[in-house]
């Protein structure tokens, strides 16, 4: 078998055993492998109703045709879990060496089950003599509580005398269940959304180390190469210009420009601030060094540095960091926002849901629903540098306030209530990224309906918006197609995995992923085979919803975004009824072939192929 | 590219720098008169009646290259693509083969026009009024 192994490690933390479960052709076929592959992970492996904190929940990671290939990019894995802020499908990617060890190490998937005793460093590695498939090794971890990421992995490390293992941990966050923990691995990169660090923590695993060993054969080794060099050629032009140059940063001053750059809680869309945490001013005054994920040529990550008197922090710094620590939360100071943005990473928590849960609290404390003299709480006034380090150190102890914030803000909100549910910016429980919905009308769509909660990655409907095919401050019958478009079209870049941040740079993206595939895998494919691929994940996300509980009112916005107006000069005025919103989310329901109610049709199940695909599946759920 | 520390800045008609020192992104917006016959590819712009002053809005990589968060050029109300191209290029030489085309005949495909932060100009026609301003931003939306 080409680019993958037809096999998954399955270690049962709580018996502390290991099995070897084959997964089909026909699956790695029709899931193709990272999101794809892990969703469908997810929905065997996960029983119906699972606590997301307890030991039936999965911790998946899995790995994709395209992982050891060299291609430009590629080097990605995917995170799968129940989430334990949405109690819904929790996924995210991460892109480090970590992929490649994976792969060579667990098969096409490594699905962690149980629940350990005490805290556990899992080590996988292969027989030294070779005679034997890799083995899991149970180790004491108790030495290595209370690390936070950095150290974490540099003690593993240590410990085995190999810089070449790689590391997957979570920090005092993860161990403490902080509801939004990440995963850190491979030199602090964040497999960050949806709290998979929690769900790692749940099973006192503080960190998996893995050391593989020989290559991942290829079906066209020659014409992959041929390939890979001119797609890493094409990597380095015009398509990706604004990553290599500034990243992600670059968000701030255009998002700011256009009234889409969600400040002081979602209460505006610009930030009279915006200029001091700007991409490019970052770039002048506080740049260290790009910095590349494994195996890619664009290098969007740009390591900051902080410049002023304060203790020096560094780290890498992306627009969504960015713009969760500082607008939202109403911070101008680029010093500030640094220290944040590495505290999280260090804490193993991510910062988006970390940001837009503080600057719930922060409008608490504007309206006097909090105070300083509650629960240990700091002063969490918008603007306050040392109140927002404060208050993250606090939820990665869950310590007074930060006990009740490292719940997320629907949690939080619920708790807290007199209203605070009108002000905490979540979807299905995940706090919203930084794209104001308000403002950009398609991606609207896209955050009320994406199967995750308030996600910006496995919806790519900004594009539209930031583009002359639609009006993006008004709404019309063809968002609920581009909006389906757009998700499927993400799936399958997250389940080949390609970074997004590539999209561009294909000529014909369906076509030339179909062709790579197939050089890789040595398995036909088409462009045709590719787009149902991607629907059929995005049903299946949906299934795993619906068994889990999922209702038609769980595909809305927060009540702000469909109550207030927007302020700010370009987009005064601005606002999105719930009328609009549902219009929307009808004609996505329309495009996706579902009942008006939203649920899967058992003839769209049989069209996609998934009626038959799950049958060895515990509880399948079809359409209620 | 230069960098916004270096001394790179948009040139006026004389092709002499309008700013000294160390250019910043909050430098205050220069207005440039254009000179269209620097470039010979702008000359056929030469005497149609240039009038209307607009801002250029520059982000990213453009602000980075000219230090600026924004320019003025002049353009007639009714004027093409390729005419304001080369109303920018001669007002901020250092976007050729950054942002605009080495040929000035467009910018480059990963950038986008936008008027005012409402409308993306994407056809040839371009029609300005007075106080306009026009966005160049990256088509490389999100992240």
Not at chain 1, 42 to 56: E, N, R, S, T
Not at chain 1, 189 to 210: E, F, H
Not at chain 2, 26 to 49: D, E, I, Q, S
Request: aromatic share 6%; glycine share 12%.
């Amino acid at each position: 078998m080409y680019g993958y192994h037809g096999k998954a490690l399955v270690v049962d933390l709580t018996n502390r055993t290991h099995r070897w479960d084959a997964i089909p052709e026909e699956v790695l076929r029709a899931f193709i492998g990272g999101i794809g592959l892990g969703t469908y992970l997810l929905y065997k492996y996960c029983p119906a109703g699972a606590d997301p904190l307890g030991p039936d929940n999965p911790l998946i990671f899995a790995a994709s045709p395209l992982v050891g290939s060299r291609l430009t990019t590629s080097s990605k894995f995917a995170v799968m879990a129940k989430s334990p802020l949405t109690g819904f499908i929790g996924d995210s990617l991460s892109s480090s060496f970590l992929a490649t060890e994976l792969k060579k190490t667990c098969g096409d998937a490594l699905i962690i089950t149980g629940q350990a005793a005490t805290p556990t460093l899992l080590y996988i590695h292969p027989d030294p003599a070779g005679w034997h498939e890799p083995q899991p090794q149970f180790l004491d971890a108790s030495g290595l509580l209370g690390l936070g990421t950095f150290d974490t992995e540099r003690a593993v490390k240590e410990r085995f005398g190999d810089p070449s293992v790689r590391v997957a941990c979570i920090g005092p966050a993860g161990e403490n269940l902080v509801r939004y923990a990440s995963i850190a691995n491979d030199g602090g990169r964040q497999a960050g959304r949806s709290g998979p660090g929690a769900v790692m923590g749940s099973k006192r695993l503080k960190a998996l180390a893995l050391r593989g060993s020989g290559t991942v054969d290829v079906a066209q080794p020659e014409a992959a190469r041929r390939y890979s060099i001119d797609l890493s050629r094409r990597s380095l032009g015009a398509a990706t210009d604004k990553y290599r140059n500034l990243g992600t940063m670059a968000n701030v001053s255009v998002f700011n420009r256009l009234g889409a750059l969600p400040t002081r809680n979602f209460r505006e869309s610009s930030f009279e601030g915006a200029e001091e945490v700007s991409g490019e001013l970052l770039h002048q005054e506080h740049l260290v060094k790009n910095a590349h994920c494994a195996n890619c040529t664009i290098g969007c990550e740009k390591v900051l540095v902080t410049k002023d008197r304060g203790r020096k922090s560094q780290g890498r710094m992306e627009y969504e960091s960015l713009f969760a620590l500082g607008p939202l939360c109403g911070v101008s100071d680029p010093n500030t926002v640094i220290r944040a943005a590495a505290l999280c990473d260090d804490l193993g928590m991510d910062t988006i849901s970390a940001g837009v849960t503080i600057a719930w609290a922060m409008e608490c404390f504007d309206r006097g629903l909090l105070t300083p003299n509650d629960n240990g709480a700091t002063d969490l006034r918008f603007g306050g540098d040392a109140a927002l380090l404060d208050i993250l150190e606090r939820i990665g102890r869950r310590d007074g306030l930060g006990d009740l914030l490292s719940q997320g803000c629907k949690r939080a909100s619920e708790v807290l209530g007199n209203g605070s549910g009108d002000w905490a910016m979540h979807v299905k429980g995940l706090e919203m990224p930084g794209y104001e919905p308000r403002s950009l009308k398609t991606m609207a769509l896209g955050l009320a309906v994406t199967p995750r909660g308030a996600c910006h990655n496995r919806s790519s409907a900004y594009e539209a918006d930031f583009s002359d095919r639609v009006d993006r401050l008004t709404v019309d019958d063809q968002r609920g197609s581009i909006a389906a478009q757009s998700e499927d079209f993400s799936a399958v870049l997250d389940s080949l995995i390609w970074c997004k941040f590539l999209r561009k740079a294909f000529a014909d993206f369906y076509e030339e992923s179909a062709q790579v595939y197939s050089m890789i895998t040595g398995w036909d494919m088409s462009a045709n085979g590719l787009r149902i691929a991607g629907e059929r994940i995005n049903n299946l996300k949906k299934l795993f919803n619906i068994r889990e509980g999922w209702r038609r009112e769980d595909d809305t916005l927060p009540p702000r975004v469909l109550q207030e107006q927007l302020t700010s000069e370009v987009v005064a005025g601005v606002g999105l009824t719930r009328e609009e919103l549902d219009y929307m989310i009808g004609g996505y329901y329309y495009a996706r072939g579902w009942t008006k109610d939203g649920l899967i049709p058992e003839a769209k199940m049989e069209e996609l192929g998934l009626a038959e695909l799950l049958r060895d599946t515990p509880a399948t759920a079809l359409s209620r | 590219m230069a960098t916004l520390e270096g001394t790179n800045s948009c040139r006026g008609a004389d092709g002499t720098s309008t700013t000294t020192g160390v250019a910043s992104p909050n430098a205050p917006v220069t207005t440039v008169k254009p000179a269209l016959g620097v470039m010979p590819a702008c000359a056929g712009m030469t005497g149609r009646g240039a009038g209307i002053s607009v801002k250029v809005e520059l982000f990213g990589t453009a602000r980075l290259a000219t230090g600026k968060r924004s320019v003025e050029v002049s353009l007639p109300t009714n004027t093409s693509r390729r005419d304001f191209v080369c109303a920018l290029a001669v007002a901020c030489p250092q976007l050729v083969a950054h942002v605009i085309r080495p040929d000035l005949t467009d910018l480059l495909e990963g950038y986008l026009l936008n008027r005012g932060g409402r409308t993306f100009l994407t056809g040839d026609a371009i029609s300005v009024a007075p106080g306009d301003s026009l966005l160049i931003i990256s088509n490389q939306a999100g992240g």
